[in-house]
């Protein structure tokens, strides 16, 4: 999902920190809620393992660039089951920062295109999960199906956003297409992967049951919602 050096460049690059601002600001509201009812500590936890655990997504797990960017394993629907969407927005913020700041600086200034087209996705889960997971439904017993529309709604918003970034930066002629459908194709295989990937993390949650009352995850995780 990180956007190639070169496609967007001069000023068309300030659009990106715009939209990043507007995500990364709804994000830290969604944080002051968490907040108050969960306490600072937990959300300061939650963003942390978050942040930390991007930042190895990115490095450890395979990733290679296809077409206009790279395909990454984010598994951002298995950072929202476990920590909230507030917790893996800005974790996703702070890991992608410090993988520029530390590994790919060639990649810092499309920062906010790639905040944005991790972050933007991140939010629309968390509003398709009221309506696919049933209130009295806690994270940890979400069914395959269920996941498999969290994740493929995530995936294919990282997707549209790329695509408008490439065509934004390069315009519509028939090679960026080309290069765009490339890494489109490409990265929604992930989705046949990452629900799988959803279901092992949340039945390793449901052993670590004695961590239901730490503040580590979200509390849905284990319960229905408040």
Do not use: C
């Not at 529309?149 to 995936?155: E, G």
């Amino acid at each position: 999902m990180h956007i190639e050096p070169g496609i967007v460049v001069g000023a068309k690059l300030a659009l990106g920190f715009i939209t990043a601002t507007g995500a990364v600001g709804y994000s830290l509201k969604l944080a002051k809620d968490m907040a108050k009812r969960d306490g600072v500590a937990p959300l300061a936890i939650r963003i942390v393992l978050a942040a930390l655990l991007v930042l190895s997504f990115f490095e450890v797990l395979p990733h290679y660039p296809v077409g206009v960017s790279e395909v990454h394993f984010i598994l951002g629907s298995t950072l929202f089951l476990m920590f909230g969407a507030a917790p893996a927005a800005l974790g996703l913020a702070i890991g992608l920062l410090a993988q520029g700041l530390l590994v790919a600086p060639a990649d810092l200034p499309q920062y906010g295109m790639n905040v944005t087209s991790l972050l933007v996705p991140l939010l629309a889960i968390n509003v398709l999960a009221q309506r696919v997971i049933p209130a009295n439904t806690p994270y940890k017993d979400v069914t395959y199906g269920q996941a498999l529309k969290l994740s493929t709604a995530y995936q294919g918003g990282v997707v549209a956003w790329v695509g408008f970034w490439a065509v934004y930066g390069a315009g519509v002629g028939a090679e960026n297409l080309a290069e765009i459908a490339t890494f489109s194709v490409a990265y929604m295989s992930v989705v046949l992967i990452e629900p799988v990937l959803d279901l092992g993390v949340l039945a390793a949650a449901k052993a670590l049951h004695r961590l239901e009352t730490s503040g580590v995850f979200n509390p849905r995780l284990y319960g229905a919602a408040a």
